[in-house]
């Protein structure tokens, strides 16, 4: 019988396991106000709290709390004030929302491959390159690319990552982009947050994200004199209050997952057609990545887990050559917009036509790691991980 079962637990990634009423002081503090609309609280609302929380915790400047991260990347787009059909090179290995955003944002996405670490390869990157998103895939920290005006980093995955050099993932560049969905660090069930160190930019975001205008909290609705058309992605009280709950929790989540990390380092089976990717040390350890030697060993794999009820999921669903919005330049206007503005010829940018990564991609294997466990759980459920991989 497998731990998860034995512990009677369900499959619920990182911070939602740390979910719990008597800890949401801040959620029944909202509710008892009856006021879930931040800009019409009288005092300091929860979300301005958890943006300031999270500057803090962060080291970033401005922060800003919206609806989810692929909101938040539209915003960070928007805010670099582009021409409709500029390009937008983003990484051939992340999930669709990225390109969704910056199609919703009017822009073309040029897919670049990755490097043997499934992060985008700045070398592939053209001169001139203006606008770049690199995603922090699976917690691993990206490189950023040097002499864009706008590198924009996702780190809907990696909330809490580190660079070498100690900053936060998400301050580096011109903006970060957080998610708080289910399946992330921590959760709200949807949300998502945006950092910079630019005031200029958050001052745009800000208005942006509420139909144009900075609205003065406590006297909703007011507009500026200088409105500009925006739309509607303020992020709500009750949110709020469950992402700064969330929060509480972050260093106690890392610890967990670092711990966990560390028993599977000493526990792994040592096999010649399996090798387990190395971590950086700034990276956040959500789960245990392995190559296989080819894609039968590693189908068999996710068999043998799945029958164990070991949780286990594969990486081909972030190949975004392959997704049917890149493939067949699908839109919903008439006119084909955006697409209709991009460039003639392919939008991608590979040394190989993605083949090395499709094989990467194909071979690849991630087991995820489970930091509300107590550390005897852990080395359970480490040994549980090694004897079915050894039986694969």
């Not at 200029?200 to 507009?223: C, F, I, L, N, Q």
């Not at 050559?321 to 392919?346: K, Q």
Request: proline share 6%; hydrophobic share 40%; aromatic share 8%.
């Amino acid at each position: 019988m497998s731990l998860d079962k034995r512990l009677g637990q369900r499959f619920l990634p990182y911070g939602a396991n740390y979910l719990d009423w008597s800890d949401l002081r801040e959620l029944r503090e909202a509710v008892g106000q009856g006021v879930l609309f931040r800009y019409q609280t009288e005092g300091e609302s929860v979300a301005s709290r958890l943006e300031r929380r999270v500057a803090e915790r962060l080291g970033a400047r401005h922060v800003l709390a919206v609806h989810n991260c692929t909101e938040a990347l539209r915003l960070v787009l928007i805010s670099t004030r582009p021409r409709t059909g500029d390009l937008v090179h983003i990484p051939a290995v992340t999930f669709v929302a990225v390109a969704g955003a910056v199609l919703a944002s009017g822009l073309v996405p040029v897919l670049v491959d990755v490097d043997e670490s499934l992060s985008l390869d700045p070398s592939l990157l053209p001169a001139g390159a203006e606008r770049v998103i690199t995603a922090h895939m699976e917690g691993a920290v990206a490189p950023l690319p040097e002499g864009v005006p706008y590198v924009v980093e996702d780190c809907a995955q990696a909330l809490g990552a580190r660079f070498p050099d100690g900053r936060h993932v998400g301050t580096a560049g011109y903006a970060g982009t957080f998610s708080f969905h289910h399946n992330k660090v921590l959760t709200s069930g949807e949300g998502g947050l945006v950092t910079t160190g630019d005031p200029d930019a958050w001052a745009t975001m800000r208005r942006y994200h509420d139909h144009g205008s900075a609205r003065v909290p406590g006297h909703y609705p007011t507009w500026d004199a200088d409105a500009h058309f925006g739309e509607n992605f303020v992020t709500s009280e009750g949110v709020a209050a469950i992402q700064f709950q969330q929060f509480r929790h972050l260093d106690e989540v890392l610890a967990g997952l670092e711990r966990h990390h560390a028993i599977a380092m000493d526990g792994l089976p040592s096999r010649p057609d399996l090798r387990v990717l190395p971590r950086a040390a700034g990276d956040v350890k959500t789960s245990v990545r392995f190559r296989w030697e080819s894609r039968e060993l590693r189908d068999a794999a996710v068999a043998a887990l799945t029958a164990r009820s070991i949780a286990n999921w594969t990486l081909g669903k972030y190949l975004l050559p392959e997704h049917p919005v890149l493939t067949g330049r699908r839109s919903l206007y008439a006119d084909g917009f955006p697409w209709n503005l991009a460039p003639e010829g392919p939008l991608a940018l590979s040394r190989d036509g993605f083949a090395r990564t499709r094989d990467l991609l194909d071979r690849t294997l991630c087991v995820p790691l489970s930091p509300e466990l107590t550390e005897a759980e852990q080395i359970l459920a480490v040994k549980d991980l090694r004897q079915t991989l050894e039986a694969v």
